[in-house]
């Protein structure tokens, strides 16, 4: 777990009772167990990613709308896939849908290095700016379409969907590694969406549904489907 810098070791003081009442009631209580991603959870401070008018909702266990349309996701969410990933210190991922970056920071607590893209200009620079200050050096930031993915940077251990499709683009499913594991909200705006893990494996994919989320769509420029069972 990586120490945050010491002038922002007192703010996070400040809001422990929040945090830990977030952890207790919003996480532990829903089901998350493993150590680690509760620990990542607890040192990142989630009220440097909300846009200043939420910042008293900053550990209230729901999204918050951010900049450009967005959210920042829920934490019980971004727990529960970080969960479902398995990950491990010696892992690369690849985010897509950076957002404020808050998920990127969980993730970056957790494994060697994090790839996110972001669609929305102002986005990037947003969390750029915040990952400095909170001084996370092993997440990388990339405007772009998230459906190619990041080739150059691949193959990736993990990589998470931080937008609904109904089809994964087959760029994104080609860069995770054999054994790799890959969660995403599946649906649309108008229907259902349920978060479902896919684990690569040497004959295919094997799927895990995770329950029912909402999540903004993901804006493609793909065109690929995901293979089938």
């Known amino acids: 777990m990586r120490d945050l810098p010491s002038k922002l070791q007192g703010q996070l003081s400040i809001r422990r009772a929040e945090r830990a009442r977030l952890i207790e009631t919003g996480l532990v209580q829903q089901g998350i167990s493993d150590p680690a991603v509760l620990a990542a959870i607890n040192q990142v401070p989630r009220e440097f990613f909300v846009d200043p008018e939420f910042k008293d909702k900053a550990y209230h266990n729901r999204a918050l709308p951010i900049a450009s349309g967005q959210t920042i996701s829920q934490p019980y969410i971004v727990a529960l896939m970080a969960e479902a990933l398995q990950l491990t210190p010696h892992f690369r991922l690849l985010e897509i849908g950076t957002g404020s970056g808050y998920a990127a920071a969980v993730y970056a607590q957790l494994v060697d290095q994090v790839f996110t893209i972001e669609r929305h200009d102002f986005l990037v620079n947003l969390s750029r700016s915040r990952l400095e200050e909170l001084q ?39 860069q995770l590694t054999i054994g790799g594991k890959l969660v995403a909200p599946i ?4 229907s259902n969406q349920s978060l479902i893990c896919f684990k690569r494996t040497e004959g295919g994919f094997e799927k895990k549904d995770l329950g029912s989320v909402r999540f903004v769509p993901l804006i493609s420029d793909a065109d690929e489907d995901l293979p089938s069972d």
């Open 136 to 174: 996370i050096e092993n997440v990388s930031v990339r405007c772009g379409d998230g459906s190619f993915g990041w080739p150059e940077a691949a193959p990736f251990d993990a990589i998470s969907i931080a937008a609904a499709t109904e089809d994964i683009p087959k760029q994104l499913l080609n």
């Open 187 to 190: 649906g649309d705006q108008q």
